[in-house]
């Protein structure tokens, strides 16, 4: 199991989508990009556009081809 499927696993599901999935770090996980702690992971199955209604930093990685977004509110 590499580092992305650990980080999927330990975060708890929330939305399953044809577009996209989102799951939220309940446990505290550390952002691969940043190393700071993460609200929301998201990984982006096709080409779509993000609508946040809040504001928050995005860090973004590639995993399988598939735009992963972690999320940090403010």
Same mark, same amino acid.
């Given at each position: 199991?590499?580092?992305?499927?650990?980080? !999927?696993?330990? =975060? *708890?599901? @929330?939305?399953?989508?044809?577009?996209?999935?989102?799951?939220?770090?309940? +446990?505290?996980?550390? =952002? $691969?990009? =940043?190393?700071? $702690?993460?609200?929301? &992971? +998201? +990984?982006?199955?096709?080409?779509?556009?993000?609508? &946040?209604?809040? &504001?928050?930093? !995005? =860090?973004? *990685? !590639?995993?399988?081809?598939? $735009?992963?977004?972690?999320?940090? @509110?403010?």
């Amino acid at each position: 199991m590499d580092e992305f499927e650990e980080i !999927v696993s330990s =975060c *708890t599901p @929330r939305e399953t989508g044809p577009v996209a999935d989102t799951y939220q770090n309940t +446990v505290g996980l550390a =952002c $691969p990009s =940043c190393e700071e $702690p993460f609200d929301d &992971l +998201v +990984v982006v199955k096709e080409f779509t556009r993000l609508n &946040l209604s809040e &504001l928050m930093d !995005v =860090c973004a *990685t !590639v995993h399988d081809g598939n $735009p992963v977004l972690f999320t940090h @509110r403010k």
